[in-house]
């Protein structure tokens, strides 16, 4: 099935540890974004990428990284300096520039214990 | 500053009635106005969608209505179910950019 693969689901991290979340599509997109959702809230937009070795911080990038060395995978690093990582994450893709429609992926569950 | 605003933050509909969710804009060069539908714990898919030169699109109980002078747009869900009880965010974005703009969502529960 074509879609958007976000693993782990649930994941808990310590107190200055980094983490990765990984994010594979399989639908050809060029485009893909990482979203962050706090609870009751909106979509904030972390990174997006347009192209493979490429991409642009969006609203709230700070304390995050990302990298795009292949067109299908986008992995978001939340690093230790994210002073407030517990929040619900979002991987989507895109026709790059004329798609209209963002698909995303069934989400990552971030904690900080 | 916010580029899409979307009231209210949350709304309760018995079955049966009509649900309606708004959404202002800034930018006039906006060009594509969608709507996603989020279950819990689920990634947000795509309800419905509209461009600035029709005024109204209906699809099943689901319209979206689209004021291009006063720069606002609404979804109204007919005869509401206990099944669309989620969260709406209305988006809105311009041709060849990547870059999508949110609302803040509305979580809507519908009572049986």
């Known amino acids: 099935d074509g879609g958007i693969t976000q693993s782990p689901k649930y994941l808990f991290r310590k107190e200055g540890q980094n983490v990765t979340l990984s994010c594979e599509q399989n639908?050809?997109?060029?485009?893909m974004y990482w979203y962050r959702q706090d609870p009751g809230q909106g979509l904030r937009l972390i990174y997006y990428?347009?192209?493979?070795?490429?991409?642009q911080k969006g609203d709230i990038a700070e304390g995050y990284s990302v990298s795009r060395e292949k067109k299908e995978s986008f992995p978001l690093t939340v690093t230790s300096a994210q002073k407030n990582p517990t929040a619900f994450y979002l991987c989507?893709?895109?026709?790059?520039?004329?798609?209209?429609?963002?698909?995303f992926g069934e989400g990552s569950w971030l904690t900080v214990v | 500053q916010q580029q899409v605003k979307q009231s209210p933050q949350s709304l309760i509909v018995q079955k049966g009635g009509i649900s309606i969710i708004n959404c202002a804009y800034e930018n006039t060069a906006f060009d594509y106005f969608p709507w996603y539908q989020q279950f819990p714990g689920k990634g947000p898919a795509l309800l419905i969608a509209?461009?600035?030169?029709?005024s109204e699109k209906k699809e099943g109980r689901f319209t979206i209505s689209f004021n291009k002078s006063a720069k606002q747009f609404s979804l109204h869900i007919m005869d509401s179910q206990p099944g669309d009880s989620a969260t709406y965010f209305c988006a809105a974005k311009r041709d060849n950019f990547n870059k999508f703009y949110f609302g803040s969502g509305t979580k809507l529960n519908v009572k049986p």
């Open positions: 989507a893709s895109s026709i790059a520039y004329s798609g209209n429609t963002i698909y």
């Open positions: 639908l050809n997109h060029d485009a």
């Open positions: 990428s347009q192209i493979v070795n490429d991409f």
């Open positions: 509209i461009r600035p030169d029709v």
